[in-house]
Each structure stands twice: as structure tokens, then as C-alpha cells.
């Protein structure tokens, strides 16, 4: 399994961004894919995740109504879209993927993922 993110980049406070997580060598029928990240000094944080199944979603409180998760099957890419976003939402952005039953929800935990990417630096200025 190989996941690459993209999109990362330097953004005013208030702006946005979109970040693209595409997967590749899934043997998995279900799944889920995560997005974290961890700023410097800090421990890793979850942000959002999405169900392979279904497209059902959770998201971390401090980014609720401000990010958005979505998927497109098609392209094997998962995207977090970034808005009003905050310079204490700097951090290097990962996404991870692991197996999630059908009808389970997706969690933002960190240990229970088992394959990530390299990471995408996102910094906000203010």
C-alpha cells in the first residue's frame, strides 16, 4: 500500500487549501482513510476520516465546520478541503489508511492506522 499526499503549501490566515491523498496497491474491500498531523513539538493529532464504504465521516472538534473529507473512488484519492484556516492549524499533514468493517465508523486514532504517507506541510501565517 502507498499512499502520497499533496496540496500542502504556504496560505494567509482566513485562507484556504485542499489537500489530495492518492492511494495505490489496495488489497482491502474495506477500508478507511485518515488524515493527521503533527506540528513541531507536539504529538501527532487525527483530523478527519472517511469510510470506504459508505462515505460516512468524523472530524476532530477544532476543525468541525471548517474542513471537509471527500473521496472520489474513480481516481483512488481521498482530499481534505481546508477553509478558514488558522495559523495554529500549521503541521505537517498526513493521511493513513487501515481496514474498517462495513458497518463500523471511522475513528481519528493515530495507532490504529497501519500504512501513511510522507507527509505535506501546510503553514498559515498570520
Known amino acids: 500500500v502507498q499512499l502520497v499526499e499533496s496540496g500542502g503549501g504556504l496560505v494567509q490566515a482566513g485562507g484556504s487549501l485542499r489537500l489530495s491523498c492518492v492511494a495505490s496497491?489496495?488489497?482491502?474491500?474495506?477500508?478507511?482513510i485518515g488524515w493527521f498531523r503533527q506540528a513541531p513539538g507536539k504529538e501527532r493529532e487525527g483530523v478527519s476520516c472517511?469510510?470506504?464504504?459508505?462515505?460516512?465521516?468524523n472530524y476532530a472538534e477544532s476543525v468541525k465546520g471548517r474542513f471537509t473529507i471527500s473521496k472520489d473512488n474513480a481516481k483512488n484519492t481521498v482530499y481534505l478541503q481546508m477553509d478558514s484556516l488558522k495559523p495554529e492549524d500549521t503541521a505537517l499533514y498526513y493521511c493513513a489508511t487501515r481496514p474498517l468493517l462495513p458497518w463500523a465508523h471511522c475513528m481519528v486514532v493515530a495507532d490504529s492506522y497501519d500504512y501513511w504517507g510522507q507527509g505535506t506541510q501546510v503553514t498559515v501565517s498570520s
Open positions: 496497491g489496495f488489497t482491502l474491500d474495506y477500508y478507511a
Open positions: 472517511i469510510s470506504s464504504s459508505d462515505g460516512s465521516t
